[in-house]
T-cell receptor, first 113, second 114 residues
Framework: GQQVMQIPQYQHVQEGEDFTTYCNSS?????IQWYKQRPGGHPVFLIQ?????EVKKQKRLTFQFGEAKKNSSLHITATQTTDVGTYFC?????????????FGKGTHLIIQP | EAGVVQSPRYKIIEKKQPVAFWCNPI?????LYWYRQNLGQGPELLIR????????DSQLPKDRFSAERLKGVDSTLKIQPAELGDSAVYLC????????????FGSGTRLTVV
């Protein structure tokens, strides 16, 4: 079935450093979404990317969708302790297969003050 | 707006016992999902409903899991009998439709089977 691969699994950064997580699918996605899950919490929707090559920004967060609609990235500039959590990408596939979002395994962001 | 409401928040049962989880989605959201999340992993889709119809249950272990969404609003997910490997967080989510706009997740039910 469809799989969404996400790297790295863990990322330790010093507060103020930048952070990037990458997401890759072997097949073309209809759209890709990003979620954040705080420790002990549930996934919270951040953004959705639909168009090839799309770039969206939310304050210090920059999201990109690849030209082939198979990969995506999330970049955080100057991390803060409030950014701690697990960031998941989730792809929606058009056509056959599971009709809900397929989540990656997530990148756990750990920030050292 | 109350968001997606799930209960119970935690459940501990002995193996071979039945268990049920309840979900109330956001009002007006036609699409409802049940996901399972194991520790340190991403959520995995179990079943998707469009109104009261289960349109994708290919990932639901049908020998022991069942779900229903009567009247196209609340939904219940049941496991009978539970096994040790069923220990996980069961998340319910809803969205206006399948195509996008983001899912709203409930707080989940953390199931521990002993």
């Amino acid at each position: 079935g469809q799989q969404v691969m996400q790297i790295p699994q863990y990322q330790h950064v010093q507060e103020g450093e930048d952070f990037t997580t990458y997401c890759n699918s072997s097949t073309t996605l209809s759209n890709i979404q990003w979620y954040k899950q705080r420790p002990g919490g549930h996934p919270v929707f951040l953004i959705q990317l639909v168009k090839s090559g799309e770039v969206k920004k939310q304050k210090r967060l920059t999201f990109q969708f690849g030209e082939a609609k198979k990969n995506s990235s999330l970049h955080i500039t100057a991390t803060q302790t409030t950014d701690v959590g697990t960031y998941f990408c989730a792809g929606l596939y058009s056509g056959g297969g599971a009709d809900g979002l397929t989540f990656g395994k997530g990148t756990h962001l750990i920030i050292q003050p | 707006e109350a968001g997606v409401v799930q209960s119970p928040r935690y459940k501990i049962i002995e193996k071979k016992q039945p268990v049920a989880f309840w979900c109330n989605p956001i009002s007006g959201h036609n699409t409802l999902y049940w996901y399972r999340q194991n520790l340190g992993q991403g959520p995995e889709l179990l079943i998707r409903y469009e109104n009261e119809e289960a349109v994708d249950d290919s990932q639901l272990p049908k020998d022991r899991f069942s779900a229903e969404r009567l009247k196209g609003v609340d939904s219940t997910l049941k496991i009978q009998p539970a096994e040790l490997g069923d220990s996980a967080v069961y998340l319910c989510a809803s969205s206006p439709n399948r195509q996008g706009g983001g899912y709203t997740f409930g707080s989940g039910t953390r199931l521990t089977v002993v």
